[in-house]
């Protein structure tokens, strides 16, 4: 068989021809790219957009707020589809209704068509990502997955910062071709997808839970939408209430899915998940490390454009340094992934490192010339972290848990991001401004390294 030959269902990572494997690894990543670089252009494109469509203040928020609420709904269900039909496909779904999401966006012709066009993105994109870490788990053998897995990170992190760079320089011609770029990547990705990705054996006999579905959506909504919109809105007592009443919502989703998993049935979210030390450990190290990282980048973002003066683009290429370092980190990451988990903790002492040095340097005439070295900093630090995360985490999910696994993964980040956005930005609209808000996030990167004491100290090397 050539090295592009589809291989049956059962063939295993080792199996796998070494050279199809990475170039399948790459149409996974263009997938993530393609969404993660939509998250978030509309902070750079929105005023633009509104401008050309029309509509209130409001319409910046709900152009991100539209995806997130939608995209964050929808990650445990479609996680779990993955197990159900297959990760394969439901990619190759994904990919399809987020590229026709993306065509539907660039000829919106009013706010709610964009709005609306925002939604169909966010779920469908909440179909396609959850597919990604039980693919790598699906093509890669023990000794090559915390290398792919190392890859995975830092993709994230760059395409946070790359998506208003690029978002910035098409704005400059016509914000619509900030969509209409995904058409052909779109097409590529998928057309790749087909010759390349594995066609995995669906878990037979198996049925989507839609009570369960039904109810970690609501409760995921009950939480991301206060945090998105709450500071928006000066944070009125019924942002709370909704905060309380996920929370309540939460514990119903667990009662509930315990109670089906005793019975025989099939939850949305394996229950055996949360007997697993690495996994727990991993969505409390997740919560507050992507909380820190969104967060530092959103108030960065916001320092240097509302206190510095620079203009959108300028601030976005600020951030350069902060991505040139990840890839540093992701580097010197995969040379010692032999340390394991003491890779991702001295990564929070350096990005912990980094942002207090911005601290430092920051004040009224600072260049970004003068910011790099510590932004450099800050992103290596990320790098460190974020490169043997997911392989310390997946390490312990068997096979039929990989989809809920991936799902719940992926929907942490998503709220741990607006979480930190919501609390950051609401410290650096108050009093304390700028500074205060990164003394806060110091202490976000300082829980980061306690939550990450209780990893396993090393990935099994058996998963």
């Not at 994230?156 to 704005?171: E, W």
């Not at 995921?220 to 929370?247: D, H, I, K, N, R």
Request: charge should be positive.
């Amino acid at each position: 068989m050539t090295a592009l030959d589809i291989r049956p269902a059962d063939t295993s990572p080792a199996e796998q021809p070494y050279r199809r494997r990475w170039a399948a690894l790459a149409v996974v990543l263009a997938g993530s790219v393609m969404e993660l670089l939509d998250a978030t252009v509309t902070t750079v494109a929105g005023p633009t957009m509104r401008s050309d469509l029309g509509g209130g203040t409001s319409l910046i928020q709900w152009l991100g707020a539209a995806y997130t609420l939608a995209m964050t709904a929808g990650l445990l269900t479609g996680g779990r589809l993955g197990d159900i039909v297959g990760r394969r496909r439901m990619f190759l779904i994904g990919i399809t209704g987020f590229t026709i999401g993306s065509l539907l966006c660039a000829v919106a012709f009013s706010p709610e068509t964009v709005i609306a066009a925002r939604v169909v993105q966010g779920l469908f994109g909440a179909a396609m990502i959850p597919q990604g870490m039980g693919l790598m788990k699906e093509m890669f053998p023990p000794k090559e997955l915390q290398t792919a897995f190392g890859l995975f990170g830092p993709v994230m992190g760059l395409s946070a910062v790359g998506g208003p760079i690029l978002a910035g320089v098409l704005t400059s011609f016509d914000w619509r071709l900030i969509f209409l770029i995904n058409l052909p990547i779109g097409v590529g990705t998928a057309l790749a997808a087909l010759r390349l990705l594995p066609r995995n054996r669906p878990a037979g006999g198996v049925r989507l839970d839609l009570p369960g579905a039904a109810l970690a959506s609501l409760g995921t909504v009950l939480a991301v939408f206060p945090l998105v919109q709450g500071g928006e809105y000066g944070w009125p007592a019924w942002t709370y209430a909704m905060l309380a009443a996920s929370g309540a919502v939460f514990v119903i989703f667990g009662a509930y899915e315990r109670r089906k998993a005793a019975r025989g049935g099939d939850p949305l979210v394996a229950p055996s998940l949360f007997a697993k030390r690495a996994f727990v450990a991993g969505m409390a190290t997740g919560t507050v490390y992507f909380a820190a990282f969104a967060g530092v980048l959103f108030v960065v973002g916001l320092y240097t454009q509302l206190e510095l003066g620079f203009s959108p683009l300028k601030s976005a290429l600020t951030g350069v340094p902060s991505s040139l370092g990840m890839i540093a980190g992701m580097g010197i990451a995969q040379a010692t992934a032999r340390y394991g988990r003491r890779v991702l903790l001295s990564g929070a002492v350096v990005m912990a490192t980094g942002v207090l040095l911005v601290i430092a340097i920051a004040g009224p005439g600072v260049t970004p010339w003068q910011l790099a070295p510590a932004l450099a900093v800050t992103g290596l630090g990320s790098g460190l972290i974020m490169s043997p995360y997911f392989g310390i985490v997946m390490a312990a999910v068997e096979p039929g848990e990989t989809g809920s696994a991936s799902g719940a993964l992926t929907a942490l980040q998503q709220v741990g991001a607006a979480l930190g956005v919501a609390l950051l930005g609401s410290v650096s609209f108050g009093s304390g401004g700028a500074e205060a808000a990164l003394w806060v996030a110091a202490g976000m990167i300082a829980l980061t390294f306690a939550a990450g004491l209780l990893l396993p100290r090393q990935a099994r090397a058996d998963f």
